[in-house]
């Protein structure tokens, strides 16, 4: 805590922040003696502290750094480390007990003792949060086992005995955010670390009740300027902490009143009735008055009363409704007299077991200055000082980004414990990811995550660290937050269902069509940024007018377009090894046919059954040909070489003839050709609902009059047609 000079033990310096005055003391432990080095006391010069909460943190701050000056100045080193301990106001008391299972025999330990206790003043934190109404934040400030059992049977020390089970009774004490944070803040101003703080009734207890007087149902009341804070033991443990926000200020302020003074100076007429009978003094006027102390003690006796009834009252309250065996009174406010008096005759108890402690405890303590009195008024500043030997650290104080901040200890605190408690984001913590991409495909939502920020950067003690890294006391934390990554980002063509590109065949070439989807109703391509929230509806076609536009191909009325040997439209619809075709209007079939096509056609010719042939005619011989003539309904060589003409080469050459309309029947229903001076099988096509593109077999059947026909048969008027799907 200190530099500089050697002493014969590590020097603690405990910092009694009362309601009238400040208490400074150094000092160090060997062999169970205290030895006092230095100790200072400063009153506050204005009512910075009431009821022993500060009210002016800048004022009371002041006041610490001089006592902290005065003490550095007289044993030659610096101080930066403080202990302190606070009043009971607002005290709030949980008792609790708590159990831990081995399930096998196991010899006890201290860390498992203090494993038990941590686990005690969490569980009691717990359950006073459930009852916290005020919306406050509590802090321990100091905790007391009743009782220890192993194996559910008591023991007043489980150290070094076996047990599969270890429990304890324990009574944990807590005080407000606001008040905890005060205190830390006024000696922060003074360039002060907070190392440990208890209670003040318990900083009195390891001074005024040793532990072989702790069997006995002994009170301890320590009665300051603001507050008289009251503890309990029996059976050898403390069981009840308590507080009246009532005590040696009620008498300052009725002597004021009664004398017409101000405060300090009612507080200096207290302090010489101890020793004067009769008390001079000046008013507010100026004038010159003097007190007798028998007439000063009368005007007193209703609020000394008034103090006994309620420290009684409340005595008996922590101590299950019945009175203790006997008092221990320390603190000035005790020290008036008649006051032990009445608290003995509201208690009930003989008025010898109600005493004022001062010298009588202080045996074990060695002033090391000159001119030291031992009286009660040192009893609780010894105790803060000897509470960092004797009371383990509920809370820790570490370094968060420059920030002090402190942590309940439950010995296994971490850098994430630290930044929860300075409210730093926890988002800060870990890597953020960018803003993610919402869309749909064909109507199902889908996600796309952003991408991973860098993670934080923590250090402690200057050292690479963690969220994980355990922390201790003093520590010095630096985080530096998480940053976000990139936003989600993903073009059209990275989709699954996009695919590469949908192959067709166009004029006996193969074509690589890239594909497109629909995006909010608009076409787009695969290197289309997808957007939140856009409507993505996948296409496997291409329409015709978009296969010449993506060939840069003017087509016009004059051409016919065809898809799988069918007259189509600009807006058919072309999919994955479709074939598309097209010629000038005009032209025979086997003029625009390419000739994939005709292989096409003539490979579901050859899978069909043998047919015989309906328009070629052999020509071998004159005579075969006048016999083939022969019989009803053959055709004549007249009658064909009325509808050609030998040509160069003895070639016949189709002669120019008129259109010539026809009806037949497809499929049952009577279909009217033109257009055309013969007709072919595949012409009826361009007249019936039969969409090739979109199979519903594994072939065609057409047939002609009952017979299988080709699709370059001939067709005259009055035949019977039949289109459909063979499996």
Known sequence: MTEGKNYSGQLVFGLDIGTRSIVGTVGYRNNNRFYAVAQRIKEHETRAMLDGQIHDIRKVGETVRQVKEELEKAIGRSLTDACIAAAGRVLRTVNVTVETEFGYDKEITQEDMYALTTLGVEKAYEMLQKENDMDMRFYCVGHSVIHYYINRYPISNPDGHKAKILSAEMIATFLPDDVVDGLNKAVGLA????????????????????????????????????????????????????????????????????????????????????????????????????????????????????????VADK???????????????????????????????????????????????????????????????????????????????????????????????????????????????????????????????NGKARIVRGQLGEAAVIRVNGEEADIHTPIHGGDRIEVIPSTAGAAAAMELGALNEFGDVIRVTVNDKKIDLPKFARVNGQLQSG?????????????????????????????????????????????????????????????????????????????????????PLEYAWPVESD????????????????????????????????????????????????????????????DVFDYIDFDLSKPQGARVVTKRNGQISRYMGPVEDGDVLEVYWEN
């Open 191 to 310: 360039g002060l670390n907070v190392v440990n703080m208890t209670l003040e009734p318990i900083a009195a207890i390891q001074v005024a009740i040793p532990e072989m007087y702790r069997m006995l149902n002994i009170a301890l009341v320590d009665v300051g300027a603001g507050t008289s804070d009251i503890s309990i033991t029996k059976d050898g443990s403390i069981i009840a902490f308590g507080m009246l926000p009532m005590a040696g200020d009620a008498l300052t302020e009725t002597i004021a009143k009664h004398c017409l003074v101000d405060f300090a100076t009612a507080e200096q007429i207290k302090k010489d009735a101890g020793l004067m009978k009769e008390i001079s003094y000046k008013d507010i006027m100026g004038l010159q008055q003097s007190i007798a102390k028998e007439e000063l003690l009368q005007v007193l006796e209703p609020v000394i009363q008034s103090m006994a009834v309620g």
């Open 527 to 611: 290197y289309y940024d997808i957007k939140d929230h856009d409507v993505i509806e996948m296409l496997n076609y291409y329409t015709v007018k978009q296969i010449a536009d993506f060939m840069d191909v003017m087509v016009d009325h004059r051409i016919n377009m065809y898809v799988n040997q069918q007259l189509a439209d600009m807006d058919t619809c072309v999919y994955e090894n479709f074939t598309v075709s097209w010629a000038m209007k005009g032209t025979d079939a086997d003029t625009w046919l390419t000739a994939q096509e005709k292989a096409a056609m003539a490979a579901i010719e050859r899978n069909r059954m043998p047919e």
């Open 315 to 441: 005595i008996k309250e922590l101590n299950g409704g019945k009175s203790v065996s006997a008092v221990f009174v320390v603190g000035g406010g005790g020290k008036m007299e008649s006051y032990t008096d009445h608290l003995a005759e509201e208690l009930g108890i003989q008025k010898e077991r109600v005493a004022v402690r001062g010298s009588e405890v202080l045996q074990q303590v060695e002033f090391l200055e000159d001119n030291v009195v031992k009286d009660s008024l040192l009893v609780t500043p010894i105790g803060i000082c000897l509470s960092f030997y004797e009371q383990s650290n509920n809370f820790i104080f570490v370094d968060f980004n420059g920030q002090r901040i402190k942590l309940y200890d439950n010995n296994m605190l971490a850098v994430v414990d630290a930044a929860m408690q300075a409210e730093f984001a926890k988002e800060g913590l870990f890597p953020k990811r960018g803003k993610e991409l919402n869309f749909t495909v």
């Open 623 to 682: 005579a075969e040909a006048e016999k083939a003539g022969e019989g009803e309904g053959d055709v004549s060589r007249d009658e064909i070489s009325d509808k050609y003409d030998a040509g160069e080469g003895g070639a016949f050459q189709e002669r120019e003839a008129a259109t010539l309309p026809i009806t037949v029947t497809v499929n049952g229903r009577p279909v009217a050709m033109d257009g055309k001076d013969t007709y072919v099988f595949v």
